[in-house]
């Protein structure tokens, strides 16, 4: 059964992508990142010297501040928090500048759906603007699940409110590193091949989730295109897919 979808595309469709880098002249890195009409800023700051309590200071720390659009930050902002960083540390190389600290910022300008992957996406941005040294790239993807078990990638927020459960899912991009030229692969720095992040809301089955699983990869190589596209363009302010 083919779904219609408000926006015309088809169900393994991304919306738009746009980002822009090196944004915040204050920041030591910076982008913006917009699917649609959900669009994120990201900056990072540092690295700084010493290390966040409770953390080891023979690696690097990511520290990440979710600013929401407008109110005060929540239980659900607080777990995406927690989400980004542990994401952000598997594909950061934290060997490169032990005790120290990067703090992310990631602030909402507009949600319209699948808000936590353009978030991520925007941080990698980031943290590439930055020169943070990173093992490789990594792309966001948001799944969500009709009552019928379709699939629908890169939901709007009007589609979100229909789903009965989300999958939210990062993946490596095919590069296997992002590091300074005199760096190598680091001791005990594993590379991940496969899936980085997986987190799902709401009940799913088994069936479904591998489905979610099978279309995300599937879209993740645009989003991996893209980024590509942006190393390249480091030079530049701005580069826009369609």
């Not at 496969?194 to 591998?210: K, L, N, W």
Request: hydrophobic share 40%; charged share 20%; with cysteine.
């Amino acid at each position: 059964m083919e779904i219609d979808r408000a926006d015309g595309r088809t169900p393994n469709q991304l919306r738009p992508l746009s980002c822009s880098r090196n944004i915040l002249h204050r920041a030591h890195g910076s982008a913006s990142w917009s699917q649609g009409d959900t669009k994120v800023l990201a900056a990072v700051y540092g690295p700084k010297a010493g290390t966040k309590k409770n953390e080891n200071p023979e690696k690097a720390c990511i520290e990440v501040i979710w600013k929401p659009k407008t109110g005060q930050i929540g239980k659900p902002e607080r777990e995406f928090e927690m989400i980004l960083k542990r994401t952000l540390q598997s594909i950061c190389i934290l060997t490169v500048n032990p005790n120290t600290t990067a703090s992310i910022i990631v602030q909402v300008v507009y949600d319209d759906g699948a808000l936590l992957p353009c978030a991520i996406n925007a941080a990698c941005a980031a943290l590439v603007d930055a020169g943070i040294p990173m093992k490789h790239l990594a792309v966001a993807i948001c799944c969500g699940v009709a009552e019928t078990g379709y699939v629908l990638l890169d939901p709007t927020k009007l589609e979100e409110q229909k789903m009965k459960a989300f999958a939210y899912l990062v993946f490596p991009n095919s590069i296997l590193s992002v590091l300074p030229e005199v760096s190598s692969p680091a001791k005990g720095e594993p590379v991940e091949h496969g899936i980085i992040t997986s987190v799902t809301h709401g009940a799913m089955s088994v069936e479904d989730y591998f489905l979610c699983l099978e279309r995300g990869r599937a879209a993740s190589a645009k989003l991996s295109d893209f980024l590509r596209s942006l190393q390249s363009q480091f030079s530049g302010n701005s580069s826009k897919a369609g």
